[in-house]
């Protein structure tokens, strides 16, 4: 019979893409949506079918193949022994398990035989985290990264449809207050996207570490991380600068960058060509520029480059939907 997929939190931001995602994957399905009960009773399209959103329950599950996961993680941490109980496999996108040793943390373009390891969810890496190792990936498995410095461009999708209405209205009137955010964000810069820890980090910047050691199998990696949010809409931005074991090539990494995986290299500075968000919303790929030595590192093994991508397509929806993708053909 045909797979049944659900989409819990389906009237979020990255739950909307989800469902844009399947459509325009020709994903053959039967889809179910499940959402607050202030959400219950919206409708959705979908393979030109009018679907309505039900209420997330105890027994939302039953007869459910696969849960794609887009609550945040207190919702998920309540629902997910529902989708246990109901032998649902759940991909999910908060950050609730993604360290949780006996589930998968997954970029298809790295480590895709990570998938099958699963226990009945997988989860989806944070959206920075995803952006920044699809742009590195190829350059990890040639010249072998041990430590990164990075400094992210936020945008204010990250925190949702709030986020987003934060910004669209402060530009027409900075007086109105944010809701997703402490301070106005239109014209502004936030140095702080989570909690900070007594050393004063914050959430965000350990999940970069944490979770690129985990899906590189790199135990020993060394990350350090300044998270900004910036008003921009959707796509987010990193600065990176890695230090290698072999000594860097930039002829090779862009080499490898035309070729590698989710990645489009734009890297023309003197004809100023270089990624920017308006270039990288509403797609897929991770664009990848400004290539070029560290003139700070005298060893000749760092480099430094500047990365854009869509935060809640590939940074979320997108990333979700080829799990559940290969997830499928591993079945078949
Ligand atoms: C943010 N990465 O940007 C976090 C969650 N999406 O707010």
Not at 216 to 236: A, G, K, M, Y
């Amino acid at each position: 019979s045909k797979l049944t997929i659900a989409i819990a939190g389906a009237t979020g931001a990255v739950g909307q893409q989800m469902l844009q995602c399947l459509e325009e994957r020709k994903i053959d399905c039967e889809l179910r949506l499940f959402a607050s009960y202030r959400s219950a009773g919206k409708a959705f399209s979908f393979q030109g079918k009018e679907i309505v959103v039900e209420e997330l329950k105890e027994e939302s599950f039953e007869n459910i193949d696969i849960v794609l996961g887009a609550t945040e993680n207190d919702i998920t941490k309540k629902w997910m022994p529902w989708a246990q109980k109901h032998h649902a496999v759940v991909i999910d996108n908060s950050s609730a398990y993604r360290l949780d040793p006996n589930v998968p943390l997954v970029i298809p373009e790295i480590n895709p035989e990570d998938i099958q390891k699963h226990q009945g969810i997988i989860a989806n890496p944070n959206c920075a985290t995803i952006i920044a190792l699809v742009a590195l990936n190829q350059l990890h498995q040639e010249f072998h990264i041990h430590r990164m410095i990075v400094s992210t461009y936020q945008a204010v999708s990250g925190a949702g449809v709030k986020g987003v209405k934060d910004l669209e209205n402060q530009v027409k009137d900075p007086s109105i207050p944010s809701t997703a955010f402490p301070y106005p964000i239109a014209f502004n810069l936030i140095p702080q996207i989570g909690d900070f820890d007594e050393n004063g980090i914050s959430k965000e910047e350990w999940k970069l570490q944490n979770e690129s050691r985990k899906i590189w199998h790199d135990p020993n990696l060394l990350v350090n991380c300044t998270c900004v949010r910036v008003p921009i809409l959707r796509s987010h931005s990193e600065s990176i600068t890695i230090e290698c074991d072999q000594p860097v090539n930039i002829d090779k990494a862009r080499e490898l960058l035309e070729s590698a995986e989710g990645v489009k290299l734009v890297d023309d500075p003197q004809n100023q060509q270089y990624p920017m968000p308006l270039d990288t919303s509403d797609q897929d790929l991770v664009f990848v520029g400004r290539l070029r030595k560290d003139p700070s590192d005298p060893t000749g093994h760092s480099m430094i480059l500047f990365c854009c991508g869509d935060q809640i397509r590939k940074g979320a929806a997108t990333n979700a939907v080829q799990i559940l993708q290969a997830l499928i053909q591993n079945q078949n």
